[in-house]
């Protein structure tokens, strides 16, 4: 797997701290509403550079499963068919992170690793949310600035004031009430997990096996809820807080603390002589880099530098952002460290990671914000917002305040209908966790939250590292023998165990 690929994927898991609420469409009654298992007619879609004898399928879902005979949406499913049909045991769901991640691209992504580590023993699966890539689309009619990473994001001001965070917060709400229709009030956890119950039918297995990461596994975790007897071995790759009251308010509000884990590894990569060739090499100590970030993102917060990109400056703002993405996986360092020393030379013209460069679609961002604001329900006061953000800064300074500042949710015209799905200890002992020490986007004392939820249902393996999506992706050989060994065999640990970071 390349550096861009892998870069890409875990962008793709990370749970965006913008939000948009309607009104979800489906209320518990649907939970029993049980539509007739549609056909799916597959076709190759192989892409370049993914993998051989890739197929596509579109999948309708009812819009609302009150009404299962009612309007209809389409999803963008795919698969890989095992290439060893002696050796099949069942089909395993790839589920993306986000909200937002395209499970079809994921699987484009990823499925040779998957079909590599696991032979024939699985038809591999995923497919795109409502509201996600080749899936019925929903879009708000935001302006391209609220589009941008770092403003569909709320960052306050430098100053710490986030007049303007809410300001865009209420116009974004106002804006998605307006536009973004039936379709864009269901985009739902709890409609996800439906959804894959349908693909499920489709498919015609009884039980499905999963790899969910990062919100993917909050996605994991409800589905094993509510359908327990339909899981058979289910693995669940970077956790958090299944914390009913909260869900991705929760979520948000711990990746300050998860950045100010995760960035000593970034400082010792930096600090590192062997950077000292590439020329990315920041400081002769660790304990110097995060000082000088700080006093970095300061400077551009009272100057921003102009860069390669026209109309697109480099703001302390940007500069954080760009390090949040960073600290997902160490191949993303040289792109924060070049930045940096980029910023820190008067001769020259910053170049912007492509994350933070642009605004997403319009069709994205709705995507990515809807979920988040469906699933619960936000408080709306600005004070405390303000009081919380002002804390936050100077407990985390890393983050400036942003994982507990305003979003559109609070200003939802529509309230969710459906109570989140409380995860507990009731159902089979089938679930494998997965989890970096130091993960930035999921801290591990979330994932702790929901190994205790889960109970004896579930085992924790601790990789003893850094990072956001361990699976077959940060090359810790005890970490992936136990998810591999899981899936072929249903052999778990007997207890939960910890991996060095040298395996």
Same mark, same amino acid.
């Given at each position: 797997?390349?550096?861009?690929?892998?870069?890409?994927?875990?962008?793709?898991?990370?749970?965006?701290?913008?939000?948009?609420?309607?009104?979800?469409?489906?209320?518990?009654?649907?939970?029993?509403?049980?539509?007739?298992?549609?056909?799916?007619?597959?076709?190759?879609?192989?892409?370049?550079?993914?993998?051989?004898?890739?197929?596509?399928?579109?999948?309708?879902?009812?819009? #609302?499963?009150?009404?299962?005979?009612? +309007?209809?949406?389409?999803?963008?499913?795919?698969?890989?068919?095992?290439? +060893?049909?002696?050796?099949?045991?069942?089909?395993?769901?790839?589920?993306?992170?986000?909200?937002?991640?395209?499970?079809?691209?994921?699987?484009?992504?990823?499925?040779?690793?998957?079909?590599?580590?696991?032979?024939?023993?699985?038809?591999?699966?995923?497919?795109?949310?409502?509201?996600?890539?080749?899936?019925?689309?929903?879009?708000?009619?935001?302006?391209?600035?609220?589009?941008?990473?770092?403003?569909?994001?709320?960052?306050?001001?430098?100053?710490?004031?986030?007049?303007?965070?809410?300001?865009?917060?209420?116009?974004?709400?106002?804006?998605?009430?307006?536009?973004?229709?039936?379709?864009?009030?269901?985009?739902?956890?709890?409609?996800?997990?439906?959804?894959?119950?349908?693909?499920?039918?489709?498919?015609?297995?009884?039980?499905?096996?999963?790899?969910?990461?990062?919100?993917?596994?909050?996605?994991?975790?409800?589905?094993?809820?509510?359908?327990?007897?339909?899981?058979?071995?289910?693995?669940? #790759?970077?956790?958090?807080?299944?914390?009913?009251?909260?869900?991705?308010?929760?979520?948000?509000?711990?990746?300050?603390?998860?950045?100010?884990?995760?960035?000593?590894?970034?400082?010792?990569?930096?600090?590192?002589?062997?950077?000292?060739?590439?020329?990315?090499?920041?400081?002769?100590?660790?304990?110097?880099?995060?000082?000088?970030?700080?006093?970095?993102? +300061?400077?551009?917060?009272?100057?921003?530098?102009?860069?390669?990109?026209?109309?697109?400056?480099?703001?302390?703002?940007?500069?954080?952002?760009?390090?949040?993405?960073?600290?997902?996986?160490?191949?993303?360092?040289?792109?924060?460290?070049?930045?940096?020393?980029?910023?820190?030379?008067?001769?020259?013209?910053?170049?912007?990671?492509?994350?933070?460069?642009?605004?997403?679609?319009?069709?994205?961002? +709705?995507?990515?914000?809807?979920?988040?604001?469906?699933?619960v329900r936000w408080p709306a006061?600005?004070g405390a917002f303000e009081r919380?953000?002002?804390?936050?800064?100077?407990?985390?300074?890393?983050?400036?305040?942003?994982?507990v500042n305003v979003t559109p949710?609070?200003?939802?015209?529509?309230?969710?209908?459906?109570?989140?799905?409380?995860?507990?200890?009731?159902?089979?002992?089938?679930?494998?966790?997965?989890?970096?020490?130091?993960?930035?986007?999921?801290?591990?004392?979330?994932?702790?939250?929901?190994?205790?939820?889960?109970?004896?249902?579930?085992?924790?393996?601790?990789?003893?590292?850094?990072?956001?999506?361990?699976?077959?992706?940060?090359?810790?050989?005890?970490?992936?023998?136990?998810?591999?060994?899981?899936?072929?065999?249903?052999?778990?640990?007997?207890?939960?165990?910890?991996?060095?970071? #040298?395996?």
């Amino acid at each position: 797997m390349t550096h861009r690929t892998r870069r890409a994927l875990v962008l793709a898991l990370s749970v965006s701290a913008a939000a948009t609420t309607l009104t979800a469409v489906t209320g518990p009654a649907a939970a029993t509403a049980a539509p007739s298992s549609p056909a799916l007619t597959w076709r190759p879609c192989a892409q370049p550079n993914g993998p051989a004898g890739q197929e596509c399928a579109e999948l309708p879902v009812p819009l #609302d499963y009150r009404d299962p005979d009612g +309007a209809q949406l389409t999803l963008a499913v795919s698969r890989l068919r095992s290439e +060893a049909p002696e050796a099949r045991r069942g089909t395993l769901l790839v589920i993306p992170g986000g909200p937002g991640g395209s499970g079809v691209k994921r699987l484009t992504q990823q499925g040779n690793a998957l079909r590599n580590e696991l032979g024939g023993a699985y038809d591999i699966v995923s497919l795109d949310p409502r509201g996600v890539g080749g899936s019925t689309r929903a879009s708000c009619g935001l302006p391209a600035d609220d589009r941008h990473l770092v403003t569909l994001r709320s960052w306050p001001s430098p100053d710490g004031d986030i007049a303007e965070n809410v300001a865009r917060s209420r116009r974004t709400a106002e804006a998605c009430a307006t536009n973004g229709g039936a379709v864009l009030r269901s985009l739902t956890t709890a409609n996800e997990v439906r959804d894959i119950d349908r693909f499920r039918q489709a498919l015609g297995e009884e039980r499905l096996s999963a790899y969910g990461v990062s919100y993917g596994t909050y996605v994991g975790a409800v589905y094993a809820q509510k359908y327990p007897e339909r899981t058979d071995r289910w693995v669940l #790759d970077s956790n958090d807080d299944p914390d009913p009251r909260l869900v991705a308010r929760g979520w948000l509000a711990s990746m300050a603390r998860g950045a100010e884990d995760r960035f000593p590894d970034f400082a010792a990569w930096a600090a590192d002589p062997a950077r000292e060739t590439a020329g990315l090499r920041l400081t002769e100590k660790p304990e110097d880099v995060r000082p000088l970030f700080l006093s970095l993102a +300061a400077a551009l917060d009272r100057a921003p530098r102009a860069t390669t990109t026209e109309g697109v400056p480099l703001t302390g703002n940007r500069l954080r952002q760009v390090m949040q993405n960073a600290l997902y996986n160490d191949n993303s360092f040289d792109e924060l460290a070049l930045l940096m020393r980029q910023a820190l030379d008067p001769r020259a013209t910053p170049v912007l990671t492509p994350d933070v460069a642009g605004p997403m679609s319009d069709e994205d961002a +709705a995507a990515v914000m809807a979920v988040i604001c469906n699933d619960v329900r936000w408080p709306a006061s600005v004070g405390a917002f303000e009081r919380a953000v002002a804390d936050n800064r100077v407990r985390y300074p890393l983050t400036a305040g942003i994982p507990v500042n305003v979003t559109p949710c609070s200003f939802w015209k529509d309230k969710p209908v459906e109570k989140p799905t409380r995860i507990t200890d009731e159902g089979p002992s089938n679930i494998l966790l997965l989890q970096h020490r130091r993960d930035p986007a999921t801290p591990y004392f979330g994932a702790l939250k929901l190994r205790g939820a889960l109970g004896d249902r579930a085992r924790l393996v601790t990789l003893e590292s850094g990072g956001h999506g361990a699976y077959l992706g940060t090359g810790n050989a005890c970490g992936n023998r136990a998810v591999t060994t899981f899936l072929l065999t249903g052999e778990r640990p007997e207890r939960d165990i910890s991996c060095p970071d #040298d395996e």
